[in-house]
């Protein structure tokens, strides 16, 4: 559907691969497109039960590709895109997540209903340290799964969140061997096509609760999100980034 997405169907499960490797899985608009594209195709076909997502290489997802997402406002648009997809998606979605998820890369994952992670999978949202300000829901999220001190770790300070601390946060649904990991996440998705659809999108929506609570504070976030990175905090962080020094952050 798109290079750098992989799309494979295997009896009702829709496997979302994204296959940029070389760029530790960093999406670029064109790779959110294909991604919401896949969601909508998923939901509108009977016949698919579930969505598996997984990470090519020895990353899940490193986030943004920062240049193509500063390069114009059609980068920032396709990501929230996705995000509200993936948000609103109506049917089970697994995760397969191995080495780095970064950003998008890791809060993509509060809206899967099973996590499964390798050992060395490390989820970094450093949303703040850029001047910006986190999405996909995850100041609300976030705080719920880990509480809000480990929440404040991770989402204010950037700190890094391992496999063993994700997993007893319940966050992940379980560590599983790297060797292992994208198979015993297919059989996960087999099993959930065994189970009779309309009890299991009724226990989802229960568990979910009220979808209106999460859509506003993910729009809450994308407003916030585009007045911070028009900021000069943020222009700074970006600088920074690319020009591989510390920022210098006036106050």
Known sequence: ???????????????????????????????????????????????????????????????NDLKDFMAGPQGGEAAFDFIRAIAAFDKPAVAAVQGLAVGVGTTMLFHCDLVYAAPDARFIAPFVNLGIVPEAGSSLLGPAIFGYAKAASMLLLGDPVDAQTADHAGFVTAIVPADSLLEHARRKAALLMTKPPQALAATRRLMKGDPAVLSERIEEEARLFRETLQSEEAQEAFAAFFEKRQPVFRR
């Open 1 to 63: 559907m798109s290079e750098g997405i992989d799309i494979v169907e295997n009896q009702g499960v829709i496997e979302i691969h994204i296959d940029r490797p070389d760029k530790k899985n960093a999406l670029t608009s064109a790779m959110y497109r294909a991604m919401t594209a896949a969601l909508a195709d998923a939901s509108a076909r009977d016949e698919i039960g579930v969505v598996l997502f997984a990470g090519k290489g020895d990353a899940f997802c490193a986030g």
